[in-house]
C-alpha cells in the first residue's frame, strides 16, 4: 500500500485487493454517515471526479480507478458488474467501513444498481447519475453512442475538445474553457481496459429485478443528455420502489459542469 497525502485533502494509495492492485482516493469528513462510494463512468479516473469531491461539505468520499483506467493496472481477465461489485465491497471493508452509500454516474450507474442488489446490507442509500438500466435502455443518438466505442477521446485531447459538446451536451456547448479542463484531467484510459469496461456492459440489466432494491435512492438526470436521454431515469425511478427523480438543467457530466449544485442535492438527500 503506498500512502500519498495530497494537499488537496485525498488520500491517494493502491491498495492490493485480493490480487488486484487499485489506485484508491479517499477523503474524510466530520459527519457520522458512511462514506459515499462513486463508480466513475466508462475510461474516466478518479481524477475527473475532483470537482464533485471537492464540493462536498460533510460528505467523506471512497473512489477507485477499475482495472485497466488511470492507475490500476489491467487485471488477468475481463469482468462483469457482478465482479467490480464483490472488489468494491472487499475495497469497503479492508477500508474499515460496515456500511456505505453509494453513486453511479453514468457507465458507473451500472455498477451501482449491482453494488446495490448483490451488497444490500451494505449499502445504505443509493444515487444514479446521468445512468439507466443497462442494455435494455432508450439509447442516446447513433452519432453519439458511435464516438464512445473507443478510448480515443481521453488520450487525444484535440479530439475530445471537437466532440466535447456534441456527446456531452449541457454546460460543454457553451463554455470552451469547460472542454479544455475537462480535457486535461484525462490520462491512463488503455485500449484493452477500455474494451473491458464495454465487454462487462454487454448483455448487462438491472430491470428484472430494481423493483427488489430496498435503498433509498435519488436518480438524477440532465435535461439537455444526448448520451444518456432522461427518460431512462424516469424508468429507473419507476421501478425502483423509494426512487424520486430530480433533473437537472445541463447535459451528461452535470456532476463535472455543476459540481456544487449537485453535491448539494446530494448531501440533502443523503441527510435526509
Not at 475538445?161 to 486535461?184: Q, T
Not at 430491470?207 to 427488489?212: C, R
Not at 435503498?215 to 419507476?238: E, F, K, S, W, Y
Request: with cysteine; aromatic share 6%; proline share 7%.
Amino acid at each position: 500500500m503506498n500512502d500519498q497525502t495530497r494537499g488537496d485533502g485525498i488520500d491517494v494509495r493502491t491498495i492490493v485487493v485480493g490480487r488486484q492492485p487499485l489506485r484508491v482516493a479517499t477523503t474524510r469528513a466530520s459527519s457520522e454517515r458512511p462514506p459515499l462510494l462513486l463508480f466513475n463512468g466508462i475510461g474516466a479516473n478518479w481524477k475527473l471526479a475532483k470537482p464533485f469531491i471537492h464540493a462536498l461539505n460533510k460528505t467523506a468520499i471512497i473512489i477507485f480507478d477499475v482495472p485497466g483506467i488511470g492507475a490500476s493496472p489491467l487485471s488477468s481477465l475481463p469482468y462483469r458488474p457482478s465482479t467490480l461489485a464483490r472488489l468494491a465491497a472487499h475495497l469497503v471493508a479492508q477500508l474499515g467501513h460496515r456500511q456505505v452509500d453509494v453513486a453511479g454516474v453514468s457507465w458507473g450507474g451500472g455498477i451501482a444498481q449491482q453494488f446495490a442488489h448483490q451488497h444490500g446490507a451494505i449499502c445504505r442509500k443509493l444515487i444514479l447519475a446521468a445512468t439507466s438500466p443497462g442494455a435494455i435502455m432508450v439509447p442516446g443518438r447513433l452519432s453519439v453512442i458511435m464516438k464512445l466505442a473507443t478510448p480515443r477521446r481521453y488520450v487525444d485531447r484535440d479530439y475530445m475538445s471537437s466532440i466535447a459538446a456534441e456527446i456531452y451536451g449541457g454546460a460543454f456547448r457553451d463554455d470552451p474553457k469547460l472542454i479544455a479542463s475537462h480535457a486535461h484531467a484525462m490520462s491512463g484510459a488503455t485500449n484493452l481496459g477500455y474494451a473491458y469496461q464495454l465487454l462487462a456492459m454487454v448483455g448487462w440489466t438491472s430491470l428484472p429485478w430494481l423493483s427488489t432494491l430496498r435503498q433509498p435512492t435519488l436518480v438524477l438526470m440532465g435535461r439537455n443528455d444526448p448520451l444518456v436521454p432522461p427518460v431512462n431515469g424516469r424508468i429507473l425511478a419507476r421501478l425502483i420502489p423509494n426512487a424520486r427523480l430530480q433533473m437537472i438543467d445541463d447535459g451528461h457530466l452535470f456532476m463535472v459542469t455543476r459540481p456544487v449544485e449537485t453535491a448539494r442535492t446530494i448531501e440533502e438527500f443523503l441527510n435526509d
